[in-house]
């Protein structure tokens, strides 16, 4: 399972495509079609979202409770 803080990065990925796409959806030049296809995508993203956030209050209690721990990754430069 991811972290709590991999799972919060998710999340906010999916908050950062819902808000694009609501830019989207208020442009005045789109057409019906396309309207709907945004929307469509937005409606999934939030799904994923929902699930993302499960996941995290699932992870959340688990780390609370103490039968499980975080799990931290160290990053590691690999770069100058």
């Known amino acids: 399972m991811l972290s709590i803080g991999e799972l919060i990065e998710k999340i906010v990925i999916e908050n ?3 808000f694009n796409i ?8 789109l057409g019906d079609e396309d309207y709907v296809n945004l929307n469509e995508k937005m409606m999934q993203i939030n799904d994923n979202k ?3 956030v499960k996941l995290l209050d699932l992870k959340l209690e688990r780390v609370l409770s103490g039968s499980e721990k975080n799990r931290v990754i160290n990053p590691i430069k690999t770069y100058d």
């Open 16 to 18: 950062i495509k819902i």
């Open 50 to 52: 929902g699930e993302l």
């Open 22 to 29: 609501r830019e989207r959806l208020h442009s005045e030049s």
